[in-house]
């Protein structure tokens, strides 16, 4: 069964860091791309950033670009997300989701966390 | 402001029909996939329909997907009480090289 658990939420005050980790298990992580997704509270589902299987192509959301890095351990079979320069807006429930990969070119992510909270505040 | 843009709200009585909305560019929904996403109150978001039409192992028939030019839309047929969650469309953006979202559409049983 595929799982995907996020951690390393929680509150942080604004221009903080926080890391997130995703850890995947019932499939092989290795041959993945894998997504970070958060939604604001009340709010709609914003992509934030994806990193190819082999980590040779990564992506980023242009409201996070230079403050966010992703990145994954094929070995640990987790994936990751450092937070820096943390902002109110960021203030969201992030989740790790996997990419089917189905075709080329496109982002199907087919299995998704359950969440893990981030509240940006002082 | 969503790149793809989806009605906030929708509603319909049981046993009939409701249609959602897409609408995007040349550079996302018009030269990409649709992807379709069904959220209920406090849980992950659930794949529910990909490459515009199809549905995932486990997806009633009573919904489906479609594409015409820069628009999609998602219908379901034969409106349930279950069906009532938020619904988002996605797709790639090549200009953006980013995934967009529609900005959800609330689904009403009345």
């Known amino acids: 069964e595929v799982q995907l658990v996020e951690s390393g939420g929680g509150l942080v005050k604004p221009g903080g860091s926080l890391r997130l980790s995703c850890a995947a298990s019932?499939?092989?992580?290795?041959?993945?791309?894998m997504n970070w997704v958060r939604q604001a509270p009340g709010k709609g589902l914003e992509w934030v950033s994806s990193?190819?299987?082999?980590?040779?192509?990564?992506y980023y959301a242009d409201s996070v670009k230079g403050r966010f890095t992703i990145s994954r351990d094929n070995a640990k079979n987790s994936l990751y997300l450092q937070m820096n320069s943390l902002r109110a807006e960021d203030t969201a429930v992030y989740y790790c989701?996997?990419?089917?990969?189905?075709?080329?070119?496109?982002?199907?992510?087919?299995?998704w966390g359950q969440g893990t909270l981030v509240t940006v505040s002082s | 402001q969503s790149v793809l843009t989806q009605p906030p709200s929708a509603s319909g009585t049981p046993g009939q029909r409701v249609t959602i909305s897409c609408s995007g560019s040349s550079s996302n929904v018009g030269s990409k996939y649709v992807y379709w996403y069904q959220q209920f109150p406090g849980t992950a978001p659930k794949l529910l329909i990909y490459?515009?039409?199809q549905r995932p192992s486990g997806v009633p028939d009573r919904f489906s997907g479609s594409k015409s030019g820069t628009s999609a839309s998602l219908a379901i047929s034969g409106l349930r009480s279950e069906d009532e969650a938020d619904y988002y469309c996605a797709a790639w953006d090549d200009s953006l090289s980013g995934q967009v979202f529609g900005g959800g559409t609330k689904v009403t049983v009345l």
């Open positions: 990193i190819s299987s082999s980590s040779s192509y990564i």
């Open positions: 989701a996997r990419d089917l990969g189905r075709i080329v070119g496109n982002a199907e992510f087919d299995y």
């Open positions: 490459t515009n039409n």
């Open positions: 019932g499939f092989t992580f290795s041959t993945y791309s």
